[in-house]
């Protein structure tokens, strides 16, 4: 079998291969920009039936945890800021309302120290969603829209506790914000 590397071709050859390289780098480093000005991340996905202004409504507090609708449906908010810009607007202005409820948040010990001394918990959050037309027309809706994290539990530290708990579920708020304008863009 014949195994050879450049070395053991002529130095006509070398030097016409290198300069072939050259220019095929060269020509894509010349080519490249103007292809990938012509290329776009799909941020502007349709949402359904064509609407074009829609308004989120506060969702529905149905856990104990205080203030978490308000978190999620700030992310929800950015999300759509972030990638459909100009749809949001007051609720007089809106074709649908995005509304829902949070409806669990379930924390469960997932490492310990013996029996009694939690090292991690994990935390589970639970949302729906419906997008209405004014009538209560039903566009889309989504159940069970669940994520979960893991956070640090502070032996003795119940304030550091809690702050890692109110940043896990902010993560959280954030990736269920994302998953839901995918699912409710998906396809239309």
């Known amino acids: 079998m014949w195994n050879c590397n450049l070395g053991c071709l002529p130095v006509f050859v070398r030097i016409r291969f290198f300069g072939i390289m050259i220019r095929m780098v060269i020509i ?11 290329y776009r991340f799909a941020d502007n996905q349709a949402l359904p039936q064509g609407i074009e202004r829609l308004f989120i409504q506060l969702l529905d507090n149905k856990t104990t945890e205080p203030g978490i609708d308000v978190v999620i449906t700030n992310e929800l908010k950015n999300a759509f800021i972030r990638k459909h810009r100009g749809v949001l607007v007051d609720r007089e202005a809106a074709e649908a309302v995005l509304s829902g409820a949070v409806v669990g948040i379930q924390t469960e010990t997932v490492a310990r120290r013996g029996a009694l001394t939690a090292l991690a918990r994990s935390v589970s959050l639970t949302i729906d969603l419906k997008l209405e037309k004014p009538g209560n027309e039903r566009i889309w809706f989504a159940r069970g829209i669940t994520r979960n994290d ?6 003795g530290d119940k304030e550091t506790t809690e702050q890692n708990k109110r940043k896990a579920l902010k993560d959280l708020a954030e990736r269920i914000a994302e998953i839901s304008f995918y699912r409710l863009t998906d396809d239309f």
């Open 150 to 155: 893991t956070y640090t539990v502070v032996s």
């Open 28 to 38: 894509a480093a010349w080519i490249v920009p103007f292809i990938s000005c012509s």
